[in-house]
């Protein structure tokens, strides 16, 4: 297991948290969920093959950062993370995004083409349809579930917390619930018992949501020529059998786009894919990208 480093940038608003695994290779940028924290990424880290300097923040809103003030949106992370680059001197990376992190990382190669040398999407960055006769706001409460139900909630300790998270559909499979999600979820609250709650800035949750549904998000994909991985769970984030994003906007994306790959992790849901059973072949594919570039 790597040794984990916690330390801070200035950042408009405050201070930044970021967790870094030095390395003296290629550098990995790991951008977590919507609801998540960096807490996400030590499954995959753990699993790598590669001495990678690893650059995994709790993103604004989110974990150690859920105090810092708006904005928030896609563009608003990607200054964050660009202030993260240049607070490490970082002139290239790779960038891996899981959920939300797979569509800030295609606003982050748009913004700074020069710094990033190619994307690793993990269950995420197509644009999530609009049925007709929805709204942006039925998708969001459809999609997130229970995991936007709990920023409402109030925990009376850690132990509650657990049982919450045990009983989300995502986590039935067998090993799906580990020690690496028990670290998850012991991260994400803060307070004082009986009244603790998520370390998540609603408002930030809010925001950040639209942003897949964004309609220029369609073709923003399109306009990246940096080579693409998107590795997609077959499950959706309730473990239902339809995935987050439709197979049918896959194969169109993948057969005009030669810079896109895609390949499906077996066995997975949204979560279990950074989480569970999928760490080890994200990780491995992680290693097989990076090694692509020398």
């Known amino acids: ?18 967790a870094r695994w030095a390395g003296t290779s290629t550098c990995l940028l790991a951008i977590h969920g919507i609801t998540a924290s960096h807490m996400a990424w030590p499954s995959v880290v753990d699993c790598l093959g590669g001495d990678y300097t690893i650059l995994a923040p709790d993103l604004r809103g989110r974990g150690a950062n859920n ?12 200054t964050d993370l660009l202030a993260t680059l240049d607070h490490y001197r970082i002139d290239q990376c790779i960038v891996t995004g899981h959920s939300l992190g797979a569509y800030i990382a295609l606003e982050l190669v748009t913004a700074a083409p ?18 007709e006769g929805t709204t942006p706001e039925h998708v969001i409460a459809g999609v997130l579930g229970p995991a936007l139900k709990r920023l409402d909630m109030r925990f009376a300790d850690r132990a509650a917390y657990h049982v919450f998270w045990r009983q989300h559909p995502a986590f039935q499979d067998p090993g799906a619930w580990n020690p690496y999600v028990e670290a998850y979820v012991d ?12 370390k998540v800035n609603r408002e930030a949750v809010r925001v950040d949501a639209y942003g897949p549904l964004d309609p220029t998000m ?6 990246v020529q940096k080579p693409m991985r998107l590795l997609t769970a ?35 849901n949204h979560y279990s894919i950074v989480t569970g059973s999928g760490r080890t072949e994200v990780a491995r594919h992680l290693d097989e990208f990076v090694a692509a570039f020398g």
Do not use: F, S, W
Not at 67 to 78: D, E, Q, R, S, T
Not at 251 to 256: E, G, I, T
């Open 1 to 18: 297991m790597r040794q984990k480093l916690i330390e801070h940038l200035p950042v408009p608003g405050g201070d930044y948290q970021i």
């Open 67 to 78: 105090a810092l003030p708006a904005p928030y949106g896609l563009k608003a992370h990607v």
């Open 114 to 131: 020069d710094r990033i040398n190619g994307l690793v999407l993990v269950d995420g960055g197509l644009a999530l349809p609009l049925r």
């Open 187 to 198: 991260y994400d609250l803060t307070g004082t018992p009986p009244e603790m709650v998520p």
């Open 218 to 223: 369609v073709t923003l994909i399109d306009r």
């Open 234 to 268: 077959p499950r959706g984030l309730l473990n239902q059998a339809q995935p987050l994003l439709p197979l049918h906007a896959i194969a169109d994306k993948c057969a005009r786009l030669p810079q896109l790959h895609h390949v499906e992790i077996a066995d997975t």
